[in-house]
């Protein structure tokens, strides 16, 4: 009897264990996001062929100086798009898809993405950048190619930023940007600097960037982050 008792409670139970009357479940629905602005650019990581792993986040963030919003597309800060880009799988040997990386930037509210991808041959790295305007994904103008020296990073960014901005009416910034460095040693000291910046290490950061300054004293770049 006490058996029975139980089991005609349970059935008077709804499923979430509440008492009748049952509401209907609960659907979960995805939280929309904000509208794509066409006036903000999310640049991702590149995908990187190249012992040199530290020029996938680091180009891009370079990269990314060049889209201030002054007649051009800003760019969403860079730790904010690396965070969205590692939580949808990114790495630098393992690119999203392209229906994930406009995703990620529709998801930051941008109207358009960039991806590409550095690969290394000898002494020469090739930089491959494609625009894709967001939600559709379809590109927009075409893929600018740059190759140059491995030891050439300031000008192999110049290239690859006038060839992105003169999609978008800028290009002409581009070849009054300022420069960063000549010197290599200096470029990849300061690349490691903002590489231990964003994994939270001062110290590693500060140590970096002044070897940046050691191998080119007018290393603009390097002096500010240096004293941030």
Known sequence: AAWSACASDLRAQCPDGSTPPCQAPRVATRVPSRPPDPNRIAILPFRVATADTLLGEGFAELLSTE???????????MATVLSAWRRAGGGLRTPLTRARAVQVARDLGAGLVSEGSIVGLGRQITITTTLLTVPDGAPRGTAARVTASSDSLDAALRQAATGLLAVVGGQQRAIEGARFTDSPEAMRSYLAGLSAWRRGRPQAAVDAFDRAIGADSSFAQALFRRNM
């Not at 889209?67 to 800060?77: C, H, L, N």
Request: no cysteine; aromatic share 10%; hydrophobic share 35%.
């Open 67 to 77: 889209f201030t919003g002054e007649g051009v597309p800003r760019a969403i800060d």
